[in-house]
């Protein structure tokens, strides 16, 4: 899957007239996003509360301190103005959904299993900061309540949001039984599904590397030390939680992950005046491909050593 990514990113630079045709694209993701959901609510079906409420409540504690931590660092250390702190905040502290996808295929790869709960986790934290960002630029620039209404329903509405949700729900009602008739086209074809996906995430990442001077050092170094501090913090409170080795590194991963689908679309309604040059190029040219090549085995190696 990372060859895969790899290669996109080889295609774009070297001017490869390779596309991923834009309806595939929409496809893979619904497909990718869906199969999620279902594998996620089957397991959450044979899930008792006791299991899921520690990590839950991690996971939320996670989506409300990451972007507080992220906001006053771009501020204060970086002189960001509000609207470009908070809107880089969104994405710092939401969720790449497709990062966590990755992780879950990395682990596979070496054998690990984590927790079947964990797609709940992923909408768990995919709200609570985009939220906050909007609540920072709202106090700081009084918006309109009809900007704000408008981000909150990009945010509910999302397809992301819908996908695993519903997903979720119909798995939850269906279970094992449930997931096992669609088995043969939701879980079998998954990685190769994914590495389609991934070779149009590479190309789409390396169009915006063009954008990287532009975001300055202090942006570019932040891209790099958030993602490892907070997937850090993310192995630590999984621990805690009492996840397994491989539930943590996948919390590890979805706290360094950046979201670049969800917080954009809600940040481009309720921040409009934030750069977009800052916050969809740290994300997607910066973070994204660092946590897809060197974070996941980093977080994983963290998850090894504070379980161990």
């Not at 360094?256 to 750069?275: C, D, H, L, M, T």
Request: aromatic share 10%; proline share 5%.
């Amino acid at each position: 899957m990372v060859l895969a990514f790899l290669l996109g990113i080889f295609a774009t630079l070297a001017r490869s007239d390779l596309r991923i045709p834009e309806d595939l694209y929409s496809a893979l993701s619904i497909y990718l996003l869906l199969a999620i959901g279902l594998k996620g609510g089957a397991a959450l079906s044979e899930t008792t509360l006791a299991a899921f409420w520690r990590p839950g409540l991690g996971t939320l504690a996670l989506g409300i301190g990451v972007p507080l931590w992220c906001y006053a660092a771009l501020r204060r250390l970086g002189g960001f103005p509000v609207a470009d702190a908070a809107a880089l905040a969104a994405h710092y502290g939401s969720v790449s959904a497709v990062t966590f996808i990755a992780s879950l295929a990395f682990l596979d790869a070496v054998g690990a299993r984590p927790e079947g709960f964990l797609p709940a986790l992923v909408a768990v934290l995919e709200v609570p900061a985009i939220v906050l960002a909007l609540l920072i630029a709202r106090r700081h620039r009084g918006a309109s309540e009809g900007g704000w209404s408008e981000a909150l329903r990009e945010i509910v509405t999302g397809k992301s949001i819908v996908l695993l949700l519903g997903g979720l729900a119909i798995g939850f009602a269906s279970g094992a039984r449930g997931l096992a008739e669609v088995k043969p086209f939701f879980v079998d074809p998954f990685k190769g599904a994914l590495c389609l996906f991934l070779l149009e995430m590479g190309m789409t990442a390396a169009r915006r590397f063009r954008d990287l001077p532009s975001v300055g050092a202090f942006l570019f170094a932040f891209a790099i030390a958030a993602p490892i501090a907070n997937g850090a913090l993310g192995v630590a409170v999984g621990t805690l939680a009492g996840l397994s080795l491989a539930g943590a590194t996948v919390l590890g991963a979805m706290a360094a992950s950046a979201s670049y689908i969800a917080a954009p679309a809600a940040v481009r309604v309720g921040i409009p005046e934030a750069n977009p040059a800052f916050y969809l190029t740290a994300s997607l040219a910066i973070t994204f491909p660092f946590n897809l090549t060197i974070g996941i085995p980093l977080y994983y190696a963290m998850a090894q050593w504070m379980q161990r």
